[in-house]
C-alpha cells in the first residue's frame, strides 16, 4: 500500500535555528513528492514539491527540501527559523499516473520559540 | 484569475441532519477532488472527477456521503445522515485536463464540518 509517513507529530525549534520536518513515503515508482502547510484558520497552501532533476527544491518562504531516492526520503529544511514558520505541514506524494489521487501523511505541527 | 472556492467555510449541525459542501473549481479544469482531514489524522482521498464523471470513488467512506458534479462545473458533497465521525476539514482541489506531462492540483481553503 502506498504511504507518507511523518514520524513527528511535533517539532519545537527555537526562532533562528535551523529547522527539519521529516518524511519518508512508500511509493511504486518515482512519485511526485510534495510539501504543503496550514496556518492557523487558513486553508492548504503549496509549499515546493519534486518532479524531477535536481534532488535539492527551493520553494516558498525559505524552505527547501532534499530527494533522497535512496532513503525514500523528502525531509523539509530552512535555515532560520522565524515565529511566523508556526503552522501544521503536510508531506505528500502522488504517482506519475495522469491525474492520480495526492496521498498525505498525517501532518506535523511545527512550533518555533520566540 | 480566482482559486479554487468552497462554501460554507464552516458548518456546525447535529448528529443525524443533512449537511451539502459546495465546490468551485478553477474554471476550465476537468479535474475534481475531494479530500478530507479528520482531527488529527492524514488528509484522505474520497474522489476524483472528470468533467462530470466520476473517475475513482475508492475513498468515499459509506453511503452516507453523496457527490455529484452536474454539468461538470462545480461540485457538491451531501452527508446524509451526518454522524459524529464525519467531523473534519473537507478539502477540494482541481487541475487541467488529462494531456499535460504534470498538472497541478489547486487546492480549495476547505470547509470544516463540525457534527455535535
Known amino acids: 500500500a502506498q504511504s507518507v509517513a511523518q514520524p513527528e507529530d511535533q517539532v519545537n525549534v527555537a526562532e533562528g535555528n535551523p529547522l527539519t520536518v521529516k518524511c519518508t513515503y512508500s511509493v511504486s515508482g518515482n512519485p511526485y513528492l510534495f510539501w504543503y502547510v496550514q496556518y492557523p484558520n487558513r486553508g492548504l497552501q503549496f509549499l515546493l514539491k519534486?518532479?524531477?532533476?535536481?534532488?535539492l527544491v527551493k520553494g516558498s518562504y525559505g524552505f527547501e527540501a532534499e530527494f533522497n531516492k535512496s532513503q525514500t526520503s523528502f525531509h523539509l529544511k530552512k535555515p532560520s527559523a522565524l515565529v511566523s514558520d508556526s503552522a501544521l505541514y503536510f508531506c505528500?506524494?502522488?504517482?506519475?499516473?495522469?491525474?492520480?489521487?495526492?496521498?498525505f501523511g498525517k501532518g506535523t505541527r511545527l512550533h518555533i520559540l520566540p | 484569475e480566482a482559486g479554487v472556492t468552497q462554501f460554507p467555510s464552516h458548518s456546525v449541525i447535529e448528529k443525524g441532519q443533512t449537511v451539502t459542501l459546495r465546490c468551485d473549481p478553477i474554471s476550465g479544469h476537468d479535474n475534481l477532488y475531494w479530500y478530507r482531514r479528520v482531527m488529527g489524522k492524514e488528509i484522505k482521498f474520497l474522489l476524483h472527477?472528470?468533467?462530470?464523471?466520476?473517475?475513482?470513488e475508492s475513498g468515499m467512506p459509506n453511503n452516507r456521503f453523496l457527490a455529484e458534479r452536474t454539468g461538470g462545473t462545480y461540485s457538491t458533497l451531501k452527508v446524509q445522515p451526518a454522524e459524529l465521525e464525519d467531523s473534519g476539514v473537507y478539502f477540494c482541489a482541481s487541475s487541467q485536463a488529462s494531456g499535460s506531462r504534470y498538472n497541478e492540483q489547486f487546492f480549495g481553503p476547505g470547509t470544516r464540518l463540525t457534527v455535535l
Open positions: 505528500a506524494v502522488r504517482t506519475r499516473n495522469r491525474d492520480d489521487k495526492i496521498i
Open positions: 519534486y518532479i524531477t532533476g535536481d534532488n
Open positions: 472527477f472528470v468533467k462530470e464523471s466520476k473517475q475513482d
